[in-house]
């Protein structure tokens, strides 16, 4: 599974902050109307660029049936997906868009983009006997209009024959609370983030998380929060909010990003649920 790494999370608002006020001046020198129109619309279609992720289509092959597949595949991004609204789950773009959860059309083989590619050999009879015993009858060939719920039940069962550590499981039930809120299934959707709690808990215990712990209480919070445990989620921010992110590995100025970035986040929950104990 893909983690989330160092990668300078700066905030596009600061950009868009700066550029607003230059816009404003410019906008008021522009006495026609039209003139004035055409610029706003070009300047729109260059902040839905900046900010925008792109996907295209590529050839990917199955690697248990050999089956060439059409899959969506990143033609770019930015850092600005760190800022999206997921962000509080702890789950980050691709990881939130449907293409990114590939589905073979012969086998049904189902995993998350770039790991679909990357299984095992060893794995694959157990892969082939797995899918055998679901039944596909009803999917449709296009993986894109099989509801994520579905295809997240069989790249669960995919990942669990490919073996994968805690960290990659409470990613994954992360990422499955997200996409089954969106589909309304609340208690599925409830089920996968009380999962996601036990094994970010569990992996607090692990001498090697010493360092992250600020970002394990602040997913443990996060997933306390979105099954209703708002009193638990706000003790485990306020422990977050006292630590530092600490790795020996990553350079001080990525730390010191990172560990802003982590600030930010538990300062918008803390606030959020401080005002709502208020106004209750
Ligand atoms: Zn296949």
Same mark, same amino acid.
């Given at each position: ?212 712990? $600020? ?8 997933? *306390?929060? @979105?099954? +209703?445990?708002?009193? #638990?989620? =706000?003790? &485990? ?8 992110? $600490? ?8 730390? *010191?990003? @990172?560990? +802003?970035?982590?600030? #930010?986040? =538990?300062? &918008? ?12």
């Amino acid at each position: 599974m893909q983690t989330f790494y160092l990668q300078s999370p700066r905030s596009p608002f600061c950009l868009v902050d700066s550029a607003a006020s230059a816009i404003l001046v410019f906008l008021r020198s522009l006495r026609n109307m039209k003139f004035r129109i055409l610029f706003l619309f070009i300047i729109g279609s260059f902040f839905c660029q900046i900010f925008a992720t792109t996907w295209g289509l590529g050839d990917i092959t199955c690697p248990i049936c050999d089956t060439v597949n059409s899959f969506y595949v990143v033609f770019s991004y930015g850092s600005y997906i760190y800022q999206w609204e997921s962000k509080y789950q702890f789950v980050f773009w691709p990881m939130t868009d449907p293409q990114s959860l590939y589905c073979c059309k012969n086998c049904r083989f189902t995993c998350f983009m770039g790991e679909f590619e990357a299984v095992p050999e060893d794995k694959h009879e157990k892969i082939r006997s797995t899918l055998d015993s679901l039944d596909f009858s009803d999917w449709p060939e296009d993986y894109l209009q099989i509801p994520m719920s579905d295809r997240l039940m069989v790249a669960e069962k995919m990942y669990t024959v490919i073996g994968q550590d805690d960290e990659s499981w409470c990613h994954f039930y992360r990422i499955k609370g997200y996409h089954l809120q969106a589909e309304e299934k609340l208690d599925e959707a409830k089920a996968a983030r009380l999962h996601a709690l036990e094994l970010v808990q569990k992996m607090m215990e692990y001498k090697i998380n010493k360092g992250r712990l $600020k970002e394990l209480y602040l997913i443990s919070g996060a997933m *306390k929060y @979105y099954t +209703d445990d708002k009193e #638990g989620a =706000l003790q &485990d921010f306020k422990k977050a909010q006292k630590l530092t992110f $600490k790795n020996d590995k990553v350079d001080e100025v990525q730390l *010191k990003q @990172y560990n +802003d970035y982590l600030n #930010g986040l =538990l300062e &918008d929950y803390v606030t959020k649920i401080e005002i709502s104990a208020l106004s209750a």
